[in-house]
C-alpha cells in the first residue's frame, strides 16, 4: 500500500509553517525534507503518532540543502545509521562538511542559530546519493522522477510522482499556505537566478502534475494558476527593487533603508489579501528582509548586464513603482 502523509513540524511552535512528507510503500519509507533539528521532537512525536520511528526510515529526499528544510539531517543520520540521503552534487558537499553552509547562515541570523535551527550535524559521505536531474528513485512499487530546479537555489530539485501527479516542489513554488490563494515568493541569498527560477517552474508545469507539495506549506491543488501568481509577484517584486537600487548608491545607510521600505511595500500587499495573522505567519516564515537581500545580490551580481529575458518580455505585465 502507498502512503503520503503530510507532517507539520510546528516549527518554532508555529502551525503550518514547515511541512515534511512521509512516503511509503510496500514497507519502505523515506521523509521529503525533514527540516530543523530545532523541530526534531515534533517530527518524531508525529512519526510515531503513523507508527513510525526515526530507524524506520529508509530514506531522505532532501530538495534543498537551506537548514529550514535540511538542517536534521546529520542528526537523523546518528540515529538512523543506515539513512540514504539524496540531494544534488552542489549541496551534496555541503551536507558531508556543513562548516560553510554553517557560516553563510550564521551570517544572516547571527547569534540567533541555535534557537532557530538547533544542531548542524555532517552526513557521512558514504550515506549521500548525488543527483544531478534525470535520475528515478524507487521507493518500494513509487517511482519518483528527479528534475534540477535551480533559481531559489543552485542546489534544488524537484521530485515528480507520475504515477499520482504530485510534485514535491520545495521552495520553487514559494510560500503558500493551505487555504489561501496567496502565493509569496522566497529569495534568500545567496544565488537567485531569476531565469533558472522561470525555467524551473516551466519544467514542473511540462510535466502536468496535479498537485504540488510545498514545504511551505502543504498542498496546492491548482499547479498552473499557483506558478502564474509566483512568476507575477516574483517579476513585480524583481522589477521593484531593482529601480530602487538606481536611484541613489550604497552609502550612508541606504541598503537598509532600501529593505526597510521594501518589507512595507510588500507587508501592505500582503494586507489586503490576509488577516494580520496570516500576514505574520507568512512573513515569519519568508522573511522579507532577507528576500531583499537575495534579490538585490541577484542585481548587483548582474553588474550591467542586460535585463534577463524573463522580466524584459514580460514589462509591460509588472507594476515598476519605485521606492
Known amino acids: 500500500m502507498n502512503k503520503t502523509e503530510l507532517i507539520d513540524v510546528e516549527y518554532q511552535g508555529h502551525p503550518q509553517a514547515i511541512a515534511s512528507c512521509l512516503l511509503e510503500s510496500d514497507g519502505q519509507m523515506a521523509l521529503v525534507d525533514p527540516g530543523p533539528s530545532a523541530s526534531l521532537p515534533v517530527l518524531r512525536d508525529k512519526l510515531r503518532g503513523l507508527g513510525v520511528e526515526i530507524a524506520d526510515l529508509h530514506a531522505l529526499l532532501l530538495t534543498h540543502i537551506h537548514l529550514d528544510h535540511a538542517g536534521a539531517t546529520g542528526t537523523l543520520l546518528r540515529e538512523n545509521p543506515r539513512l540514504r540521503v539524496y540531494v544534488h ?3 551534496a558537499r555541503h551536507l558531508a562538511d556543513p562548516s560553510k553552509l554553517l557560516a553563510s547562515a550564521t551570517r544572516l541570523y547571527g547569534g540567533a542559530m541555535d534557537r532557530l535551527f538547533g ?4 552526513v557521512p559521505a558514504e550515506n549521500i546519493e548525488v543527483l544531478r536531474g534525470g535520475e528515478e528513485i524507487r521507493l518500494g512499487g513509487r517511482r519518483f522522477s528527479v528534475l534540477y530546479t535551480p533559481g531559489h537555489a543552485s542546489h534544488h530539485v524537484t521530485y515528480f510522482e507520475e504515477a499520482a501527479g504530485h510534485a514535491f516542489v520545495g521552495d520553487t513554488s514559494g510560500i503558500r499556505i493551505e487555504g489561501h490563494s496567496f502565493v509569496l515568493p522566497v ?9 533558472l527560477w522561470h525555467q524551473s517552474m516551466d519544467l514542473i508545469l511540462s510535466l502536468h502534475p496535479s498537485r504540488l507539495f510545498l514545504t511551505h506549506f502543504g498542498w496546492s491543488e491548482h499547479p498552473a494558476e499557483h506558478f502564474d ?3 507575477e509577484r516574483l517579476l513585480r517584486w524583481a522589477a521593484h527593487i531593482r529601480d530602487g537600487l538606481s536611484l541613489e548608491s550604497n552609502k550612508d545607510g541606504a541598503d537598509a533603508r532600501r529593505a526597510k521600505k521594501f518589507s512595507a511595500w510588500a507587508a501592505e500587499e500582503l494586507s489586503r489579501s490576509l488577516s494580520a495573522e496570516e500576514s505574520r505567519r507568512y512573513v515569519s516564515t519568508g522573511g522579507l528582509d532577507l528576500s531583499w537581500l537575495g534579490l538585490t ?10 535585463v534577463p529575458s524573463a522580466i524584459a518580455s514580460r514589462a509591460g505585465d509588472v507594476n515598476t513603482a519605485t521606492e
Open 89 to 91: 552534487e552542489s549541496g
Open 119 to 122: 544542531e548542524l550535524l555532517p
Open 187 to 195: 529569495t534568500p541569498p545567496p544565488d537567485i537566478d531569476l531565469e
Open 229 to 231: 501568481e509566483l512568476r
Open 297 to 306: 545580490r541577484y542585481w548587483r551580481k548582474r553588474g550591467d548586464a542586460p
